[in-house]
T-cell receptor, first 115, second 115 residues
């Protein structure tokens, strides 16, 4: 069964350092999402891609966060510099061509701890 | 604006008993409703969805959910709970007509099935 891949699974960093997370969606899925899940809360969307284009990044803190999906396949989410409040689970999800109705499938997530 | 409420942070049920995890939603237009389950330090796993049609939706692992438009609810149910069902459950909504297709999640309900 196809799955969304994410790496690393865990990341510990010090504040002011740069971190990067990688996501490889299910093959053929045009839509890719990055969510942030703070402990005890539901995931919240950071950015949505349709192929290589950003569809929605209204909740992405652009002063420190950036995301790219250069070839419309895998994606990287970067934080520079990391802050204590960035400690969270970062989830990647992908959906098929009919993104309005299709199911989003999630990867295992990257647990970020900022010290 | 879209929103989801999960009124219970914690639900405890004895193994073999029926379980219900509650969800109510607020959305403009027709809702697309989803249930996901999350195990510790893992991503979200899709359980079931309601798009249109029959109000009773059957999903994975014996779960089902009933869409009630008049009560704006989408409660998750299972006739006989298993200890392995113990996890964190998230209800989510996506509003088709607004054009946004990211998911809005509730805060989650922790289900504990007692042996």
């Amino acid at each position: 069964e196809a799955e969304v891949a994410q790496s690393p699974r865990y990341k510990i960093t010090e504040k002011s350092q740069a971190v990067a997370f990688w996501c490889d969606p299910i093959s053929g899925h045009a839509t890719l999402y990055w969510y942030r899940q703070i402990l005890g809360q539901g995931p919240e969307l950071l950015v949505q891609f349709q192929d290589e284009s950003v569809v929605d990044d209204s909740q992405l803190p652009k002063d420190r966060f950036s995301a790219e999906r250069l070839k419309g396949v895998d994606s990287t989410l970067k934080i520079q510099p990391a802050e204590l409040g960035d400690s969270a689970m970062y989830l990647c999800a992908s959906a098929g061509a009919l993104a309005g109705t299709d199911t989003q499938y999630f990867g295992p997530g990257t647990r970020l701890t900022v010290l | 604006a879209q929103s989801v409420a999960q009124p219970e942070d914690q639900v405890n049920v004895a193994e073999g008993n029926p379980l219900t995890v509650k969800c109510t939603y607020s959305v403009s237009g027709n809702p697309y409703l989803f249930w996901y389950v999350q195990y510790p330090n893992r991503g979200l796993q899709f359980l079931l969805k309601y798009i249109t049609g029959d109000n009773l939706v059957k999903g994975s692992y014996g779960f089902e959910a009933e869409f009630n438009k008049s009560q704006t609810s989408f409660h998750l149910k299972k006739p006989s709970a298993l200890v392995s069902d113990s996890a964190l459950y998230f209800c989510a909504v996506r509003a088709f007509q607004t054009g946004a297709n990211n998911l809005f999640f509730g805060t989650g309900t922790r289900l504990t099935v007692i042996p």
